[in-house]
């Protein structure tokens, strides 16, 4: 029996279950994120062993059990396959302000998937957490994601060059951000 992480919430939607991700999920996982066009924007470069995956899963753990992030595995209801992640990273609870960070397997591209787990993401982020400000980096070449947080209300407040580097080559990053005053006038 897999160890689960103590209280590790599970959030439920419409047409997805936002669960523990486990290291059973690795094969799922290697799926999306060996994938080009997924990582392209990731940070990363592709994945290429199942042994990647698990060293994923583990970040996960750690973030979560030192209390810096908790990532959520996207599920479809009925099918309990990961088919992407979401979930906060970079918490500093002093400021009470976190990152928010994604990806989806490209099969389920534009059919509001990530909208749907964003809603329940941003709920648990400032209403469970009590965030006064969340946090998404996106590479400007990155349209599909900062359409997504511009549809959530996020306000682009920059950009930062040279921010990120992801194995080949140093990223500029737009910094947007979402207030819990904006959210809770939403």
């Known amino acids: 029996m897999e160890k689960v992480l103590q209280d590790f919430p599970v959030l439920e939607t419409e047409r997805l279950i936002l669960r523990q991700i486990r290291k059973t999920d690795a094969r799922s996982m290697l799926k999306y994120l060996s994938d080009k066009d997924v990582m392209e924007h990731y940070g990363l470069l592709p994945f290429q062993t199942e042994e990647e995956a698990l ?7 750690s973030i979560f059990a030192e209390k810096t992030g908790i990532r959520w595995g ?41 909208s749907e787990a964003i809603e ?32 959530k ?23 947007y951000s979402l207030l819990k005053s904006d959210y809770e006038s939403m």
């Open 74 to 114: 996207i599920t479809i209801k009925g099918v309990d396959e990961v088919i992407g992640s979401f979930g906060f990273l970079n918490y500093v609870a002093q400021h009470s302000r976190s990152q928010i960070g994604y990806e989806l397997d490209k099969q389920y591209w534009g059919k509001g998937i990530a």
């Open 153 to 175: 209300a996020f306000i682009k407040e920059g950009l930062l060059r040279s921010y990120e580097f992801n194995g080949k080559k140093f990223d500029d990053l737009y910094m």
């Open 55 to 61: 060293d994923e899963i583990a970040w996960y753990d």
């Open 120 to 151: 329940a993401i941003l709920e648990y982020g400032f209403g469970e957490m009590n965030l006064q400000r969340i946090e998404a980096l996106i590479e400007p070449p990155n349209v599909a994601s900062c359409k997504l947080v511009e549809r």
